[in-house]
């Protein structure tokens, strides 16, 4: 368990509190709790198993490390659950919508105790909810769109929420007597956004005792089913979980199937019937001989293909470009030389300049920009001009002591609304690097947002999460994207693809339309503490699974090129 997931808990029991009405005080401990955990650079769960007594770290006190010990050591923690059960479930759906935050839940539950999303969606467009205090039009029209979005969705996770318990389960499997082979397979294996449920396969000598051994999992929370060649459970998070025997003859044609996606199934079927060949989860067939399904090289090869990359199968032209000998060479973690965005104490990170250095330095970076936020997001402390000098005479000092990375001067600069930006141009001139964002008046129609943007690539160098989008919850803004991309190749802009795991944006599908438009990108971590750093390998899967090759990523390049591409005229 990683400490965003222990804070996760803390947060989401507060929420609850919140809503129940509990004093205030309770509540803000709860969230004290949460930012101290997500911002520490200690790890927890590794600090519980090592025996260390939590109570000497600051701001944790007896009840609060007895209640890590809980949750860190049964992945569960009981008051959360006890609230669960009190509070209706609808009330927390609630929660993930934009602008719904539980003191507004409550005002909603105590004036007409509504505890369903359909509920919720009548009020709203009776207009009964626009007469409670502080609801306003805007605020209605965003609970309606964040409704109609949680409904697409269904229940997703993040990619990155379910790659621990993922790996988790695969470990557990791989220990069994017997068993010889454990992959997960589809969505999951594409490295997609996010994940419906988990695919897992498993070559075994007796499925039965594997089956009883995997409904024993201990974060199984119900199972569903348990066949003869497949069992279905539910784990502790509600993910759902699909495991298959297969036969080691046809492993490859079962990985491949379950990896899918289906759309690229269809299209290989299809390729495949015009050779008078047919295909499926068993094997690849002419007539009634088995010709390929060991590997899934041997199942590309039977149709007239080569390996193809699980994260660019989503039939967006892969077959083709394979026809074409045209697959792009995909971008890898280790292709990557620094990390272009990250926050420090001078805004809203939780480590010092001098902290983020040194865990640059040990992850191999060659160089790193420290991009603390302007002025304008008040709220998260940004900068101001003088601060940020102050910022730069630290840099200095930094430099010196640290010769063997190259830090660089930048800020996270507020794109205004009328796409001006949030720092004059004497101030910008002394960056490095400028990373622009728009933080604020996502609603613009598509000409205006497009103007905005169109304004500010002349004086930044990286657009910093371009869609603006979370993940399941907003949609992100309008703009005509190929006609940023080709200013933005002309002026020397990266997009950025940010990889905190619930943004991740740029998505899969532009990150490929800036490719073929010329735009380069840079994968950033946004890291807000030193852990954080690690999100990077989440931008990389995007990257991926939008065909970003090595000489598209303007954070692969040797320092002398990267600076070149960074300077303005
Ligand atoms: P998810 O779970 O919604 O994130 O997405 P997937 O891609 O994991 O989809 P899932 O779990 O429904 O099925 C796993 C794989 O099985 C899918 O990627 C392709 C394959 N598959 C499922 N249903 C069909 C189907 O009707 N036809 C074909 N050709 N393949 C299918
Ligand atoms: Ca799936
Ligand atoms: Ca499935």
Same mark, same amino acid.
């Not at 041997?298 to 032209?317: D, F």
């Not at 609603?443 to 500010?456: G, H, W």
């Given at each position: 368990m990683n400490n965003s997931e222990i804070a996760k808990i803390f947060s989401q029991t507060a929420d609850l509190l919140e809503i129940k009405g509990e004093n205030s005080f309770k509540v803000r401990a709860y969230r004290n709790a949460a930012r101290i955990i997500e911002n520490s650079s200690?790890? %927890? !769960?590794?600090?519980?198993?090592?025996?260390?007594?939590?109570?000497?770290?600051?701001?944790?006190?007896?009840?609060? +490390?007895?209640?890590?010990?809980?949750?860190v050591l049964t992945h569960r923690f009981s008051k959360l659950e006890e609230l669960k059960k009190e509070i209706p479930s609808g009330l927390l759906e609630m929660l993930s919508i934009e602008g719904l935050g539980p003191k507004r839940i409550k005002q909603i539950y105590d004036a007409f105790g509504i505890t369903s999303l359909d509920e919720l969606k009548k009020? &709203? @467009? +009776? =207009?009964?909810? &626009?007469?409670?205090?502080? %609801? =306003?039009? #805007?605020?209605? !029209?965003?609970i309606l769109k964040g409704i109609k979005q949680l409904k697409k969705a269904g229940i997703r996770f993040l990619w990155a929420e379910v790659e621990g318990i993922a790996n988790e389960l695969k470990e557990y499997l791989q220990k069994f007597d017997g068993v010889e082979i454990v992959e997960i397979a589809g969505s999951f294996r594409r490295k997609k956004e996010s994940v419906g449920d988990l695919d897992v396969?498993?070559?075994?000598?007796?499925?039965?005792?594997? +089956?009883?051994? %995997?409904i024993k999992f201990k974060r199984v929370k119900e199972v569903h089913s348990a066949g003869l060649t497949r069992s279905t459970v539910f784990l502790e998070n509600s993910? @759902?979980?699909?495991?298959?025997a297969v036969s080691r003859e046809s492993y490859g044609a079962a990985l491949h199937y379950f990896t899918g996606s289906k759309a690229h199934n269809i299209k290989i079927r299809r390729l495949a019937i015009e050779k008078g060949l047919r295909v499926n989860e068993y094997g690849v067939y002419?007539? !009634?001989?088995?010709? &390929?399904? #060991?590997?899934?090289?041997?199942?590309? #090869? &039977?149709?007239?293909?080569?390996?193809?990359?699980?994260?660019?199968?989503?039939?967006? =032209?892969?077959?083709?470009?394979c026809l074409a000998g045209e697959l792009p060479k995909l971008v890898e973690l280790f292709d990557l030389r620094g990390d272009l965005h990250m926050h420090t104490i001078y805004s809203d990170g939780a480590c010092s300049i001098e902290e983020m250095v040194k865990r640059a330095i040990e992850l191999g970076y060659e160089y790193i920009a420290i991009t603390d936020h302007s002025k304008r997001l008040s709220v998260a402390n940004g900068l101001d001009e003088k601060r940020l000098l102050e910022q730069f005479d630290e840099i200095e000092r930094l430099k010196k002591k640290y010769p063997q990375i190259k830090i660089l001067k930048g800020a996270e600069v507020d794109i205004l609304e009328d796409g001006s930006l949030d720092f004059s141009d004497e101030v910008l001139k002394r960056l490095d690097i400028v990373v622009g964002a728009i933080h604020y008046k996502f609603?613009?129609?598509? #000409?205006?947002?497009?103007?905005?943007?169109?304004?500010?690539l002349p004086k930044i160098n990286i657009l910093a999460h371009p869609l603006n989008r979370l993940i399941n919850k907003r949609e992100g803004i309008e703009a005509e994207w190929d006609e940023i991309f080709k200013m933005a190749k002309e002026l020397n802009v990266a997009m950025e693809i940010n990889s905190q795991p619930d943004r991740l944006d740029l998505n899969d599908i532009l990150s490929k339309r800036a490719k073929e438009i010329g735009c380069k990108v840079a994968i950033n971590s946004d890291a807000h503490n030193i852990k954080m750093f690690e999100f990077i390998r989440y931008g990389v899967n995007q990257a991926r699974r939008g065909w970003i090759e090595k000489e598209d990523v303007i954070n692969t390049f040797e320092f002398d090129r990267l600076s070149n591409f960074l300077k303005k005229i």
């Open positions: 200690k790890d %927890f !769960e590794k600090l519980v198993r090592e025996g260390v007594d939590l109570t000497r770290l600051p701001g944790i006190g007896k009840d609060l +490390s007895e209640y890590i010990k809980e949750i009020y &709203a @467009q +009776s =207009g009964e909810l &626009a007469k409670l205090k502080g %609801f =306003g039009p #805007k605020l209605i !029209e965003k396969l498993v070559i075994a000598k007796d499925y039965k005792k594997v +089956s009883e051994y %995997f993910l @759902q979980v699909d495991l298959r002419e007539g !009634e001989r088995k010709i &390929a399904g #060991k590997s899934e090289d041997e199942v590309y #090869k &039977a149709v007239g293909l080569c390996y193809i990359e699980p994260e660019l199968r989503e039939n967006r =032209g892969e077959i083709e470009a609603n613009l129609d598509k #000409k205006t947002q497009t103007k905005r943007i169109l304004r500010a």
